[in-house]
């Protein structure tokens, strides 16, 4: 069974760029069976999604971030990553990896979730 | 963006209820709509895909029905872990949106 774990700070300045790595075990980054994806969940809030990234590289992100957002891939290290610049306060989040099916079968694997604060 | 409607915000139930919660659209999503269920300081769990298949693991006591725009999530004889929030998801397009929640809490 896949397990997918975020990493990266706990905190970040205001006007930086926060940037989060999730490595896949017991899965590979290369199938062509899921989206790797990026969700985020302020502090009492909903789901928002971020983005994803397919195993061709092709990516797409939520507008709502404004061109901030970019996720890449690793494969020899079996690992995707979230860079957001030029965070503010309302960057506060909860922020989830997680794979969703490419065949309409949801998101059926998720990190542990990161918190993330934006503060100086 | 497509945007997803959930009610109620919340309910209060006793153990062995059903309790009913919906999901509407603002435009058609065909079948592509997901349920995940999420308890307090915990990840979000998948729960039905595609609008009516449950996913692995998850109790009969749970349904989807739906199609289009409007979409139901039913848990029959409630129990004290289903007590959580739930949230729909679309699968139609990018960007993927979600529901604002259904808490469901403890009469």
């Known amino acids: 069974q896949a397990q997918l774990q975020e990493s990266g700070p706990g905190l970040v300045k205001p006007s930086q760029t926060l940037s989060l790595t999730c490595t896949v075990s017991?899965?590979?980054?290369?199938?062509?069976?899921?989206?790797w994806s990026w969700i985020r969940q302020p502090p009492g809030k909903g789901l928002d999604w971020i983005g994803y990234i397919y195993n061709n590289g092709n990516t797409h992100y939520n507008p709502s971030l404004k061109g901030r957002v970019s996720i890449s891939l690793d494969t020899s290290k079996s690992q995707f990553s979230l860079k957001l610049s030029a965070v503010s306060v309302a960057d506060t989040a909860v922020y989830y990896c997680?794979?969703?099916?490419?065949?309409?079968?949801?998101?059926?694997?998720w990190g542990q979730g990161t918190t993330v604060t934006v503060s100086s | 963006d497509i945007q997803m409607t959930q009610s109620p915000s919340s309910v209060s139930a006793s153990v062995g209820d059903r309790v009913t919660i919906t999901c509407r659209a603002s435009?058609?999503?065909?079948?592509?709509l997901h349920w995940y269920q999420q308890k307090p300081g915990e990840v979000p769990k998948l729960l039905i895909y595609a609008a009516s298949t449950l996913q692995s693991g998850v109790p009969s006591s749970f349904s989807g029905s739906g199609s289009g725009t409007d979409f139901v999530l039913t848990i029959d004889n409630l129990q004290p872990e289903d007590f959580a929030t739930y949230y729909c998801?679309?699968?139609?397009?990018?960007?993927?949106?979600f529901g604002g929640g259904t808490k469901v809490e403890i009469k």
């Open positions: 998801q679309q699968a139609h397009s990018f960007p993927r949106t």
């Open positions: 997680a794979r969703e099916g490419y065949n309409y079968n949801g998101m059926d694997v």
């Open positions: 435009q058609g999503i065909s079948r592509w």
């Open positions: 017991g899965g590979s980054v290369t199938s062509g069976d899921y989206y």
